[in-house]
């Protein structure tokens, strides 16, 4: 189990960009695959981005590839997200999640953060 925190969310306008952070407590963060998700009111929780490990690899959702990029300091703990040209429908709250796998399905992810809030607006 890891402790997640993110931080960053806010209200920015659309073709925008912003960056959330998620802070993992521990010293295994480097053993976890890492992944963010987003959920929308009304809508299931879904896969944003993945990264691996060393954070060589990485995978993205078909509606924000192009757009966003994952990354991970494995000496600071961290992983970030970086949105640009956010889109009204990229409005959710973002998670951060950890997996002993690689996946991209909620079940796969064992420990979660509470979530920051983003929401862009026209």
């Known amino acids: 189990q890891v402790q997640l925190v993110e931080s960053g969310g806010g209200l920015v306008q659309a073709e925008h960009s912003l960056t959330v952070s998620c802070a993992a407590s521990g010293s295994t963060f480097r053993s976890f695959f890492m992944g963010w998700f987003r959920q929308a009111p009304g809508k299931e929780r879904e896969f944003v981005a993945g990264i691996s490990l060393s954070g060589a690899t990485t995978f993205y959702a078909d509606s924000v590839k192009g757009r966003f990029t994952i990354s991970r300091d494995n000496v600071k703990n961290t992983v970030y997200l970086q949105m640009n040209r956010l889109k009204l429908e990229d409005t959710a709250v973002y998670y951060c999640?950890?997996?002993?796998?690689?996946?991209?399905?909620?079940?796969?992810?064992?420990?979660w953060g509470r979530g920051t809030q983003v929401t862009v607006s026209s």
């Open positions: 999640a950890a997996s002993n796998r690689v996946g991209r399905n909620p079940t796969d992810f064992g420990s």
